[in-house]
């Protein structure tokens, strides 16, 4: 059962557009949710984090939306550089967990100079 | 300040042989998760040492094991290896005070392949 569903698989946007990523999730009880930028042959490094009492963070060009309702999020990142080209990941954790994450596939971003 | 760092970054392993893996977690954390990421997926929880005890598991057989040293530093092993467990495994670290939503950080991974 996958927990965190991301779409798109990937991503194509020319530079100075918008990029934007879904998740959905379905465990009510997560409440903790990163999104993750991955460069090739590097670990995961955190982009911008949002709880589900907000329903919009923004940091620089990375913005994220929450829909605690329909049990979704999404990441925006505005005015898209070549320098972002990069596999995106959504995950989840859950108060309880002990900062244990549930990650979604993964978006490949290409920003097109 | 260091951070997240993981020996050795590549390695080639026979089936049937065993691995270990070592992290280092970032200066001042004493929790550290290890993580596998196969080709083109998101990384899958394999479990989580705190005090040097094993308190979370993902769904992975017994073949996975680890152990957290009193610096805190940890290692993974697995043994009699299979193909399928050719992946780029991930340490993370993170602190037990205040956990929920504490920021994870992630070593750059050790890149396993089983042939």
């Known amino acids: 059962q996958q927990q965190v569903k991301q779409s798109p698989q990937s991503l194509i946007v020319q530079k100075g557009g918008i990029s934007i990523i879904n998740c959905a999730y379905e465990n009510t009880a997560f409440d903790y949710f990163p999104w993750y930028q991955q460069f090739p042959g590097k670990g995961p490094a955190l982009l911008i984090a949002i709880r589900p009492d907000v329903s919009e963070k923004k940091e620089g060009r990375f913005t994220i939306s929450f829909n605690k309702s329909a049990k979704q999020f999404s990441l925006h990142i505005m005015d898209s550089q070549p320098g972002d080209s990069a596999t995106y990941f959504c995950a989840a954790s859950k108060h309880s967990g002990y900062s244990t994450l549930t990650f979604g596939k993964g978006t490949m971003l290409l920003v097109s100079p | 300040d260091a951070g997240v760092t993981q020996s050795p970054t590549h390695l080639i392993k026979t089936r049937g042989q065993q691995v270990t893996l070592r992290c280092s977690p970032k200066s001042g954390h004493d929790t550290v998760s290890w993580y596998q990421q196969a080709l083109g997926q998101g990384p899958q929880f394999i479990f989580q040492y705190y005090e040097e005890e094993e308190r979370q598991r993902g769904n992975f057989p017994d073949r996975f094991s680890g152990h957290q040293f009193p610096n805190y530093s940890s290692e993974l092993n697995v043994n009699a290896l299979l193909l399928g467990d050719s992946a780029l495994y991930l340490c993370?670290?993170?602190?037990?005070?205040?956990?929920?939503?504490?920021?994870?950080?992630f070593g750059e991974g050790s890149w396993l392949t089983v042939v």
């Open positions: 993370a670290s993170s602190l037990e005070q205040g956990s929920a939503g504490n920021t994870i950080y």
